[in-house]
């Protein structure tokens, strides 16, 4: 069975803080891939990064990085220097070569100005 | 490339009633979901297809739900006859490689059943 967890529901910074959103998964396959997605509220779910099982390199991508770490099962996302417009719910989620996606329940981060 | 489109965006309807919604995945995708997104449940998978068969169907919550795909450029989701319960925001998204693609949604429809 395949398992998301994201433990932090809610996340409330001020602008210009930095953030880590974490992300926990559980799946008996070897080949897995992960993603991050988020949710403003406007609706729309957009795609921001996939990794897959055999890379643990880090990456960034200007305010955004994430931490691939498969000896504690986390893929956790850190935005620095968060403006307004990181405000959004943001999903972790877990997709093996079965094909489905398991997704997280959210986390929900409000950055104030 | 246009996005994944759904319509309609938003539908109001009283208990009993049939509700189809629809989508149209990006143009050579040919993977197409359909999920659920609630309060309570979060996102909830329905079912999925590939080149238009229906692959995993477990996540429909019962005979009331219906999904087809004629064909590659479209997709509906039915249910007949809603309940209130069937309140949801419902979105399709298609993804090139099943195995490891992301997922492209669409707008969703937020449905309200009264």
């Known amino acids: 069975a395949q398992k998301v967890t994201q433990a932090q529901t809610e996340i409330s910074v001020v602008e210009k803080e930095d953030v880590t959103l974490d992300c926990v998964y559980e799946?008996?396959?070897?080949?897995?891939?992960l993603f991050w997605y988020k949710q403003p509220p406007s609706g729309e779910l957009v795609f921001l990064i996939r990794?897959?099982?055999?890379?643990?390199q880090n990456e960034i991508s200007g305010r955004y990085s994430w931490n691939f770490q498969k000896s504690t099962s986390s893929f956790n996302f850190t935005i620095t220097a968060s403006q307004v417009v990181d405000s959004a719910v943001y999903f972790c989620?877990?997709?093996?070569?079965?094909?489905?996606?398991?997704f997280g329940d959210g986390t929900t981060l409000t950055v104030k100005p | 490339d246009a996005g994944v489109i759904q319509s309609p965006r938003h539908e109001v309807t009283e208990m009993g009633q049939e509700v189809t919604l629809r989508c149209k995945p990006i143009?050579?995708?040919?993977?197409l979901f359909w999920y659920r997104q609630t309060m309570m449940r979060g996102l909830e998978l329905l079912i999925y297809?590939?080149?238009?068969?229906?692959?995993?169907d477990s996540g429909m919550p019962e005979d009331r739900f219906s999904a087809k795909m004629p064909n590659a450029s479209f997709s509906t989701l039915k249910i007949q006859p809603s309940e209130p319960r069937d309140s949801a925001v419902y979105f399709c998204?298609?993804?090139?490689?099943?195995?490891?693609?992301?997922?492209?949604f669409g707008e969703g429809s937020r449905l309200t059943v009264l």
């Open positions: 990794r897959n099982s055999f890379d643990e």
């Open positions: 297809f590939n080149n238009n068969v229906p692959i995993d």
């Open positions: 799946t008996r396959d070897t080949t897995y891939y």
């Open positions: 989620a877990l997709k093996t070569n079965a094909g489905k996606s398991t």
């Open positions: 998204a298609s993804s090139y490689r099943e195995g490891t693609g992301e997922l492209f």
């Open positions: 143009s050579g995708h040919d993977y």
